[in-house]
Structures are given as C-alpha cells and as structure tokens.
C-alpha cells in the first residue's frame, strides 16, 4: 500500500524474489512525498567514513531513544542499498568519476549521495516506477486502502476503495505491507504533499496495531516563506555548504546557542528559528548563501535556483525567506527488524512504520535510507519467515475510539484538525494547549466518525484519530526530547528515557 520509495522497492524485490506483489496507491503513482526529496540520501560509502561512525551519528541526534539493533541494521545494510538503486539506474552525481558526497547537519562526515543535484528524491521515485513498469508489477491507482482485518493464522484482508467509499472491496487474504508514508499535511504549515495524512496510521489503529512514538513530528528549519507562496524546502545540504542563518537585523542568532550553530541537530534550529520569529515579530528568518560561490550553487542545487527565480531571488545575491514547517513523523506503527507490526500478515516500511531508527530525532538523510533497508527486510521475510519479536515499550496508552455521529462538515473539520496540530501540537507545546487540542479532536473524531460500527470510516476520519494520537503521546510525555519540546516541561528527564505506545481499546462493537 502507497508507491514512494518504500513500496515501489518492496515491490520490487517481492518481484525479484518470485513472489507476485500488486501495488495500490490512493493518488497517482508517482504522488508520494519520496518525488519531493531533496538533500538526499544517507550512507558511508566515503573513504573518511564507516557505518560505525553513521550508526553514532543517528544514534546521537535520536535523544536517547534510538533502537541500537535497527539502527546497526540501517547504517550497516545502507551502502548494499545504494548498490541496489544504482543497479536499478538511480543516476547518483559523480564528481571525477567518485560520487559526490555532501554534508549535512549533524552528520560528521560527507555522506550524502544526491542525484540531479537537489532532485534525489524525484530520481528515486521515477527509477524505481520505470523498473516497476519493466517488472510488469500489477500497480492500482486512485485506489486508497479504507480498513484491515485479520483473517486466517497469517492472513490480512485489505479494505480499498477507488470511489471515495461508496463501494469497498476486499482483497487477500494474504500479507499486507503498509508503505502510506507520513502525516506532515495534517499541519497548516508542512513541507508535505497533500497525500501526507498519515492515514494508516490511523488505519492500523483501528485493527489493533501498536503505534510508537507518535509524539515526535520533526521541525524543518528552513522553508521558503512569502505570503501565498508555496512551503517548497530549502535543503539543509545548502547550510552543508556554507549558508547561515540570520534575522532581519543581519545577526547570526544560532552562533552561540550550539556548537556546530547552524548546522546543530534539526531540533535545535527549527527551536531557535520559532523563537527568533516570536521574539522580533518579523514573519521569518534569512538564509544568508551568498558565500557560496554562484557557480556550485547553481550546479549543486538547480531546481532551487529555479524555484527561487520564480520570486525573482538569486541566492548569490538576495537571502531567501524561510520559516519552519511540520516535515516528517518519527514514530508510527511499531515493527521488529523484519518489518512485522504486533498484527500477523500486517507488515510495514517507511515512514508509516515505526522501526526505531529515529528515536526523537530524525537525523538527515535518514529516511530515504529506512525505506530501502526494512523494505528490504520485508521482502525477505515475506519469503523466507524468520522468528523475530516486538519489544514492548515502556509506557502504554490505551485510547478509546468510539463511533460517531458521521454527520460533520469534512472539508471544515480537515482544516481544523490543520489548525489545532500547528497551534497547538507545533514546535513549542504545553499542556494546556495539548489537553485543549485533545479536547477538540475528539468532539471533532464523534462528528466525522460513521455513525454505525460497520461503516468504513473516510480520509477526513483517518486525518482526525491520526491528529489525536499525536496529540495524545504529546500529553503523555512531559519532558521535553529531540523535536518534542514541552515549554511546561523544559528538560529532558531520564525516567522518560522509554517509548510510548498506543493501542486501541478493544471496540465495543464489530469495526470494519
Ligand atoms: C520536501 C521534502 C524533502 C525531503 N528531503 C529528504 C531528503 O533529502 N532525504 C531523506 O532521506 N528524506 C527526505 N524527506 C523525507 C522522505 O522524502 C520521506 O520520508 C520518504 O520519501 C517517505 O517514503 P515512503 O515510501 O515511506 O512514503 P511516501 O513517499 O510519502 O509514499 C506514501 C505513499 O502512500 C500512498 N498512500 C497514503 N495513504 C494511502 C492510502 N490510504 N491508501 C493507499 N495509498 C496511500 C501515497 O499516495 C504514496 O504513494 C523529504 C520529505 C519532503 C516532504
């Protein structure tokens, strides 16, 4: 289910492991937030660099809560995946013949391959469709998955629909991949595509999934701003380069407040950056990339220079506006390292799942990464099971989620749910606004939710419980971790230095 990066490669090497794998997607093939990837993708394939040192890195910017085997696994298995993506033609960029690395923050070395300069993910998403097409994998469009049931000892039944739920078929039984990607779109103010709705999050929820992590949404720091224009990113690779930040007045205002200043974690810049704009009430800050000579910054990021002239800017010449969105969700539906969820015949892969490479703080470059290697592990698990298990975490929460009256307003109660999680559940939290926020999604979730158990409940439905749940784990933690800051619960505290789970409590009624 969902054809970025992480489904169109599981699907992929489904195919290439004799297995006969349909991929289903709720938009256009090509729609996925893997198209819009920029900066690149991670792995020590340098000869300064090993993945011991990427596996240090990663497991320094989750705050403590990254899993150590699944991020040894990510580090470790990256530089085969590369192979992979380059056998299927991913024209990575080459310098005399070597492969360009960049720098990115908190990376402490050079190790992000890229491809077109600033198109990596673009060049990803359409190397794998063409080799997907080439494969003849069956691939079903405008076809969005709606619900699961377990059916059978390792069965899933897929509940999808091509006609907005007024007819829902049923396919399996049989193993179900989830690669549905993040909920950034769920924010007023995101980096995301529209499909980013975390909606199987959601789904999974409903048939009893354990979700993690569901508090740690990442900040990215810089994205363009003018009044109407779309939130289109401006890669961190370009600080890699050399650009800084800067408030109106010209000050450097990161320089101080952390060691590698604007190359400091995600976290900490998109913090400062939020709380540069509330301090001078000036709309945004500035990247300054006017030291980098026009000719490599041309050459390194093209379809930015594009963008940006657009708007008449030349970043030799003019700083470029930028302010921090909502960009990639950490947590999700828990896995063990072979992409198994707590539900049998349910697997997942990408930023749906929740595999614990992350922690509380995404590092980047990460994620294109994370698709490729549990999609990997899928795959094999999916021909050649090997035992494996879940670890609980440390803290559950179990949410009631109830039927409704099914009778609210959906295009309104979608931008609401966009308001509440930036207003309240954004880059600064405290409880009074999370409770306030919880408060309105659930009044929300009881008029948009089918008012019989039998109904398959909408995108509108999804977007609320997803909204819900993030805001729930957000309540739950109160310390402040990675991108999760807590102005009520300023520090870290070690008691918290455990995942939160969520469950669904057993329904009442029978739910689709
Ligand atoms: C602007 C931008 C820049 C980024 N830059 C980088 C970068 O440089 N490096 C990096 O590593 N990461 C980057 N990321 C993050 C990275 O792109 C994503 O985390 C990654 O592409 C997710 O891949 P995925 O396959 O899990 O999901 P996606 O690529 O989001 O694909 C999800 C798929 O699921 C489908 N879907 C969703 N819901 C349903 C449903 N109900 N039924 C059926 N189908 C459904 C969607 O239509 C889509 O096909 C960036 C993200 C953005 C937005």
């Excluded at 085997?69 to 192979?83: D, F, G, H, W």
């Excluded at 600064?428 to 999370?434: E, M, S, V």
């Amino acid at each position: 289910m969902g054809t970025g990066i992480a489904g169109l490669y599981v699907a992929l090497r489904c195919r290439e492991l004799g297995l006969r794998p349909t991929l289903i997607t709720k938009a256009r093939l090509e729609e996925a937030n893997t198209r819009y990837a920029q900066g690149g993708i991670a792995a020590a394939v340098g000869a300064d660099d090993s993945p011991a040192l990427h596996l240090q890195d990663t497991l320094r910017a989750g705050a403590g809560l990254v899993d150590r085997a699944a991020a040894k696994a990510l580090t470790y298995e990256a530089p085969a995946r590369i192979a992979d993506l380059v056998r299927y033609g991913v024209p990575f960029d080459t310098i005399e013949g070597q492969v360009a690395l960049g720098r990115e923050a908190a990376h402490s070395r050079a190790r992000i391959l890229h491809a077109g300069g600033d198109a990596t993910g673009l060049s990803i998403e359409e190397t794998l469709k063409a080799r997907v097409m080439d494969a003849g994998i069956e691939v079903r469009e405008s076809t969005a998955l709606r619900g699961l049931r377990s059916e059978g000892r390792e069965g899933m039944v897929a509940l999808v629909s091509s006609d907005r739920g007024k007819h829902v078929e049923e396919t399996g039984p049989g193993p179900v991949v989830l690669a549905t990607g993040g909920a950034g779109s769920l924010y007023r103010q995101s980096s995301n595509p529209s499909i980013a709705t975390g909606e199987g999050v959601a789904i999974a929820f409903r048939a009893g999934a354990l979700l993690t992590d569901m508090e740690f949404i990442q900040f990215h720091p810089t994205v363009f701003w003018r009044e109407g224009a779309p939130r289109y990113l401006i890669t961190e690779a370009v600080r890699g380069e050399g650009a800084v930040l800067r408030n109106e007045a010209g000050e450097r205002f990161l320089v101080g407040q952390h060691r590698d200043s604007e190359l400091a974690p995600r976290d900490i810049v998109s913090r400062a950056v939020e709380r540069e704009i509330l301090r001078t009430g000036h709309p945004c800050v500035y990247l300054d990339a006017t030291a980098i000579p026009r000719d490599r910054f041309f050459a390194r990021f093209p379809s930015i220079c594009r963008f940006l002239a657009t708007y008449g800017l030349d970043p030799s010449r003019d700083w470029i506006p930028v302010t921090p969105v909502a960009h990639y969700m950490m947590g999700g539906v828990t896995t063990d390292l072979e992409g198994r969820t707590t539900l049998r015949g349910l697997y997942a892969a990408g930023e749906v799942a929740s595999t614990g490479v992350h922690g509380a703080n995404r590092l980047a470059s990460n994620s294109l990464l994370e698709g490729l290697v549990f999609g990997e592990r899928v795959a094999r698990q999916l021909v050649h099971p090997v035992a494996a298990s879940i670890p609980l975490p440390g803290r559950m929460v179990r949410l009631d989620w109830a039927s409704g009256a099914g009778k609210g307003d959906l295009a309104r109660s979608f931008e609401q749910v966009r308001d509440l999680l930036w207003e309240n559940v954004g880059i600064l939290r405290n409880g009074t606004n999370l409770r306030a926020a919880l408060e309105e999604l659930s009044a929300l979730g009881r008029s948009v939710e089918p008012n019989d158990a039998t109904s398959v409940p909408g995108p509108v439905a999804n977007a609320v419980l997803t909204a819900s749940l993030i805001a729930r784990a957000a309540l739950t933690r109160t310390e402040s971790r990675g991108a999760h800051y807590r102005s009520d619960f300023p520090a870290r505290r070690p008691v918290w230095r455990r995942h939160i789970g969520i469950v669904r409590k057993p329904p009442t009624g029978r739910r689709r």
